[in-house]
């Protein structure tokens, strides 16, 4: 924003504004969290597709909660693991408006499986955001259905860690869901690094695409860390999430209705029926 009062000397021009998708107030979020990177990259998509006139944000129960005072947009407030079944009521009655969730990974893949199973089963065309940092945040610190195998947390104590015997397998929700014909776009990215950062708002950028061109779900998942569950440094969570994360949770796209397109077309044109 140009400053009319006061003429900004060469050199001290402001080149890196908050975006107009979020409120200026400071966040509740734990110093090295990365909820509010995750918030920042929604806030500059929005931003960047002219879509925050017509934006909902479903918001979670988990760290995330407050998300609703952080959104320059209109919110509403789901119960623990409800928010796309609240989404696709939203999106229903108000199919022009931009709706969206941000859940944990406590929210999403333990209490609310089975609405977003359904969510994507049906194609509903909203855009979940979900932050996978492997453990329940906000309640302290315990094991949730992403938690690696070994990791300690308050219900997965020392020496061992979670047992497969005991609490199975981290569930791979990316994996899962794009096995599902209702589910247009599913990416899994990481803020573990500005490269990675940049990357995952590409994804988010294509999963709101999914949703205004009417081709059924997009989901983002994006590794994130919880320095504070995890009992580490902010640095050294960003990097437990590349050595320890990433192998389990494999970053990529897992289903892009654009890609499957371009493939029908080019096996059309060589004379191949797509399968
Ligand atoms: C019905 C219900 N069950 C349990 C809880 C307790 N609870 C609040 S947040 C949460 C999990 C949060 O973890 P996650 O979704 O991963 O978010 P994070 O805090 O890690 O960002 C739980 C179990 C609740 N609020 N409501
Ligand atoms: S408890 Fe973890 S997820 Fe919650 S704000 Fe703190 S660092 Fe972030
Ligand atoms: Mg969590």
Known sequence: MVDKEFERPKG????????????????????GCTHGIAHRLVAEVLDELDARERAVLVAPVGC????????????????HGRAPAVATGIKRVLPDRVV????????????????????????????????NNAIFGMTGGQMAP???????????PKPTGRLAERAG????????????????YVAR???????????AKRHIRKAFQAQLEGHGLG???????????????P????????????????????????????????LADSGVAAG
Request: with cysteine.
């Open 189 to 199: 990215g990481s803020l573990s690094s500005p490269q990675n950062i940049a990357k």
């Open 12 to 31: 001290t021009e402001i080149v890196y504004e908050r975006p107009k998708s979020l409120t200026d107030v400071v966040t509740h979020y734990c110093p």
């Open 100 to 131: 969206f969730t941000y859940q944990g990974d406590g929210d999403l893949a333990a209490i609310g499986t089975a609405e977003i199973v359904h969510a994507a089963v049906r194609g509903e065309r909203i855009t979940v955001i979900f932050i």
């Open 235 to 266: 640095v050294d969570a960003l990097k437990w999430i590349d050595s320890h994360m990433v192998p389990v949770f494999p970053l990529g796209v897992f289903k892009d209705w654009s890609a499957a397109g371009v493939e029908a077309a080019r």
């Open 219 to 233: 989901i983002v998942e994006l590794l994130s860390s919880c320095n504070v569950g995890w009992k580490m440094s």
């Open 64 to 79: 995330s909660v407050l998300a609703y005072n952080y959104f320059n947009l209109d919110t509403q407030q789901a119960a």
């Open 146 to 156: 992403t938690t690696l195998l070994g990791q300690e947390t308050t219900t997965s």
């Open 169 to 184: 397998y981290p569930i791979r929700v990316c994996e899962m869901l794009s096995q599902l014909d209702g589910a247009a």
